[in-house]
């Protein structure tokens, strides 16, 4: 994923990026099944995608992202290690993802608990979610 962020902002040079993935599983400790988390950069950007998704009816926590964490991802043996201790793994990957975007602005969304409905809701039966469509979908819609 690291690669993949990289070359498409090296290559395309994107206003923003916004990435979805199941990085660690530790999201589910945190926020369990019914928030997807919400990490990134900037923050007009998170703010922006955090609305959509309010909208959207796809509910997000923002989790912190501060330089600390990346002090974590330090190593003696390498330019940067992509694991620490267990403790806040959620954040530690997105860390880890952030040293690939540089300035640009970027918001990373941790769907490991959400990416899965164990309880039928209205709008989204039991089973596989797509979530995150829907969040992306209206933000585009009301993009400024």
């Not at 070359?7 to 923003?16: N, T, V």
């Not at 501060?66 to 403790?87: F, I, M, W």
């Not at 640009?104 to 039928?120: C, K, M, Q, R, Y």
């Not at 469509?133 to 209206?138: A, K």
Request: charged residues 25%.
């Amino acid at each position: 994923m690291a690669d993949a962020l990289a070359y498409g902002i090296e290559k395309f040079k994107p206003a923003a990026v916004i990435d979805l993935a199941t990085l660690t599983g530790a999201v589910i400790i945190a926020l369990g099944h019914h928030r997807t988390g919400l990490l990134g950069n900037d923050d007009e950007l998170c703010a922006k995608v955090l609305a959509a998704g309010e909208r959207a009816g796809e509910p997000l926590w923002r989790l912190p992202l501060a330089p600390e964490y990346s002090k974590q991802l330090k190593s003696k043996v390498a330019d940067l290690k992509n694991v620490d201790k267990r403790d806040a793994g959620a954040i530690l990957g997105a860390a880890f993802l952030q040293e690939f975007v540089g300035k640009t602005p970027w918001v990373h969304l941790d769907i490991a608990g959400t990416a899965w409905n164990f309880s039928e809701k209205s709008y989204v039966p039991k089973g596989p979610s797509g979530v995150g469509v829907r969040t992306l979908v209206e933000l585009i819609r009301a993009w400024r």
